[in-house]
């Protein structure tokens, strides 16, 4: 019996030594662990997507004058800067909640709460994005198929497996990653063959530079339009708590999804974009099947819309959800939204109420939403970098500003210079949006202001976490 109670208590220690116990941040580990660093790799880059090009590949061809693997460059560029700030957090703070708990720790738990509230509007959007597109390409395969079927089947299947667990949804992803790089695969390794065998105008480098076509407006709209894409890599983040070593695998799986997804998304795009030289009539919706039925005819090109149709209607989504019920659950365990959605499933130690919200959610944003994609996309945007701007200010507020962590050129590299560069290229971003989307943002906004007001009595309460911790 001694045994095994020394046992347990050395198994402790070992997990608290990893950054495993989440009782330091005043909560209780609730959640199943059972994630390494590749199981958070595979993560990010499903919820990222390896194929993401693909759906969007047409409507940036013509907004970049055939420069799309260009924009994607500039974009990881960009958004590197702010992943490095969710890599310092993220070892320091190893728990559920991403920006939401970074912030919260960072600047004040109210700030906090913004963070988090702004950063909603992202993760309940992303999931109503996708399985729009899910819905306009299940009826491009099945000519007079309701969309709304697609819909209601991909977001049960997906809701289901969040419910279920990591465990589940982790083999899920193993077997569609496969599908996806074959898929990516075969399309760069036929294009290629149509350039060398003389077609369209060749190898060229068109589609990564053009003289006299790149300028500050091109980077701005560059970086907003690529910034789509690369959202999820922030999402990682939300699963600390259910990922050994969090400490370190968050940070790392975060740099190392983000490396994989960039070289990807080049070569499949460089390829589509060389196929088709005339950016200028370049199907906005469909533009990257175009590329596919040229290069490999009408059986590749159903191939290839059954492998879209699989890893963004399951893996995508299934991730997406998964993150947005982390978050959810981290503010609700926290009573800054109702303390419901907090509540764990007693089986599968999943935060049911929140996958099972989402799934609703989901389903009612996509059916009235699908001629408004565009739309969408921007809404998800003005969450997603404003909440980057707060993780980016906390970095230079917690650890440069109240930690001194500012002797060497080191740290004033780390936790001043490269966030500041970060937030001055998000705020760059913003001036790119549509008048609609500030109106649908600072409104939003201003709800979360009200709502924090509220559950703080004035901003005066904080989380039970925090009262009586040192953060």
Same mark, same amino acid.
């Given at each position: 019996m001694e045994e095994k109670k020394s046992s347990a208590t050395s198994t402790q220690a070992a997990g608290a030594a990893r950054g495993e116990n989440i009782e330091q941040f005043g909560y209780?580990?609730?959640?199943?662990?059972?994630? *390494?660093?590749?199981?958070?790799?595979?993560? @990010?880059?499903?919820?990222? !997507?390896? &194929?993401?090009?693909?759906?969007?590949? *047409?409507?940036?061809?013509?907004?970049?004058? @055939?420069?799309?693997?260009? !924009?994607? &460059?500039?974009g990881f560029i960009a958004i590197l800067f702010t992943a490095m700030s969710y890599m310092r957090m993220s070892k320091r703070f190893p728990i559920a909640g991403s920006v939401y708990s970074y912030v919260q720790r960072g600047i004040n738990p109210h700030v906090g709460f913004i963070a988090g509230w702004l950063i909603l509007l992202d993760y309940i959007l992303v999931p109503g994005l996708l399985i729009v597109m899910v819905m306009n390409w299940g009826v491009a395969l099945v000519p007079g198929s309701p969309a709304w079927l697609w819909g209601v089947a991909f977001i049960a299947f997906n809701t289901f497996a969040n419910i279920r667990g990591i465990q589940m949804s982790r083999g899920v992803d193993w077997v569609i990653f496969v599908v996806e790089i074959l898929a990516v695969i075969a399309f760069v390794a036929l294009g290629s063959m149509f350039l060398m065998n003389g077609g369209a105008n060749g190898f060229t480098m068109a589609p990564i530079y053009q003289p006299g076509e790149v300028d500050a407006h091109f980077v701005a709209a560059g970086i907003s339009i690529a910034a789509l894409s690369f959202l999820g890599f922030d999402g990682m983040s939300t699963l600390a708590e259910e990922t050994h070593e969090p400490e370190k695998n968050i940070g790392r799986g975060i740099l190392i999804a983000l490396s994989i997804i960039i070289v990807v998304f080049v070569a499949q795009t460089y390829i589509a974009a060389a196929v088709q030289p005339d950016w200028a009539s370049t199907d906005p919706d469909m533009g990257f099947f175009d590329s596919v039925m040229i290069v490999g005819g009408e059986p590749f090109y159903k191939i290839m819309l059954v492998v879209n149709i699989v890893a963004v209607g399951i893996a995508n989504i299934m991730n997406a959800q998964?993150?947005?019920?982390?978050?959810?659950?981290?503010?609700g365990r926290d009573g800054v939204i109702p303390r419901v959605f907090g509540k764990v499933h007693p089986k599968y130690q999943t935060p049911w109420f929140s996958a099972v919200f989402l799934g609703v959610v989901t389903l009612c944003l996509a059916l009235p939403l699908m001629d408004r994609m565009s739309d969408l996309a921007e809404f998800v945007n003005f969450g997603a970098l404003s909440s980057f701007i707060l993780i980016n200010i906390a970095v230079i507020v917690f650890f440069f500003v109240r930690e001194k962590q500012r002797k060497t050129f080191g740290d004033v590299m780390k936790y001043l210079i490269c966030p500041a560069i970060g937030i001055a290229i998000l705020v760059y971003v913003f001036t790119g949006f549509a008048f609609m989307t500030y109106v649908v943002g600072i409104a939003w906004l201003v709800i979360g202001l009200i709502i924090g007001a509220i559950k703080s009595k004035g901003y005066k309460e904080v989380p039970d976490a925090f009262k009586n911790l040192e953060v």
């Open positions: 209780k580990q609730e959640l199943r662990r059972g994630m *390494g660093l590749w199981d958070v790799v595979l993560y @990010g880059v499903l919820f990222m !997507v390896i &194929i993401a090009p693909q759906s969007i590949f *047409g409507a940036i061809q013509q907004n970049s004058h @055939g420069m799309t693997p260009l !924009v994607y &460059i500039i998964m993150a947005s019920s982390r978050l959810l659950y981290s503010m």
